[in-house]
T-cell receptor, first 114, second 116 residues
Framework: DAGVTQSPTHLIKTRGQHVTLRCSPI?????VSWYQQVLGQGPQFIFQ???????GRGNFPDRFSARQFPNYSSELNVNALLLGDSALYLC?????????????FGNGTRLTVT | AQTVTQSQPEMSVQEAETVTLSCTYD???????LFWYKQPPSRQMILVIR??????QNATENRFSVNFQKAAKSFSLKISDSQLGDAAMYFC?????????????FGTGTRLTVIP
């Protein structure tokens, strides 16, 4: 079975631009979460979506938004990019939204803002 | 807010030896989950082991085991018979059972080097 897939794997953008990152969860998983991992740090929680509704949000500005589609795939959007947005963006899926099912992570999208 | 602290930025171990990675956390909650994740150069976060706070017995997964000290808010990972494939970044993580969301709070990680 395919794991969590993220696209693209690498991306270079300029300050002020907009970016869209995509994530396909494991088949049967209904929850998708997004994390930002700055170099040298642990991942930080951005969003959780379950059944197409936002179920949790981390301490990130409104420039960050996300959505989940009927097939449970998800997009993370970041507007007005800043240099500090350069990071590895990880997507994780799980069976449910509030249960104790484990998170399965993808390989991430490496975003570089110049 | 919950915080997770990993005080060892780097550790090294001889192949076939045992190493222990440290983690402490801060929370006012009584029931929660604790995790150790491994992140190799492929960047994918891989779950190594999970502990539920209400379970007093320490979790084990083959060569990996934890020492969970709830009162001390300590959660260390022991890797026995270390193998070259164990070399990676290791992250300790906390997840609340009370908030409902499944977001994890991660520490800053420990880079483990395995020496042949």
């Amino acid at each position: 079975d395919a794991g969590v897939t993220q696209s693209p794997t690498h991306l270079i953008k300029t300050r002020g631009q907009h970016v869209t990152l995509r994530c396909s969860p494991i088949s049967g998983h209904k929850s998708v979460s997004w994390y930002q991992q700055v170099l040298g740090q642990g991942p930080q929680f951005i969003f959780q979506y379950y059944e197409k509704e936002e179920r949790g949000r981390g301490n990130f500005p409104d420039r960050f938004s996300a959505r989940q589609f009927p097939n449970y795939s998800s997009e993370l959007n970041v507007n007005a990019l800043l240099l500090g947005d350069s990071a590895l963006y990880l997507c994780a899926s799980s069976l449910g939204g509030f249960d104790n099912s484990p998170l399965h992570f993808g390989n991430g999208t490496r975003l570089t803002v110049t | 807010a919950q915080t997770v602290t990993q005080s060892q930025p780097e550790m090294s171990v001889q192949e076939a030896e045992t190493v222990t990675l440290s983690c402490t956390y801060d929370t006012s909650e009584s029931d929660y989950y604790l995790f150790w994740y491994k992140q190799p150069p492929s960047r994918q976060m891989i779950l190594v082991i999970r502990q539920e706070a209400y379970k007093q017995q320490n979790a084990t997964e083959n060569r990996f085991s934890v020492n969970f000290q709830k009162a001390a808010k300590s959660f260390s990972l022991k890797i026995s018979d270390s193998q070259l494939g164990d070399a990676a970044m290791y992250f300790c993580a906390y997840r609340s059972k009370e908030t409902g969301a499944n977001n994890l709070f991660f520490g800053t990680g420990t880079r483990l080097t395995v020496i042949p």
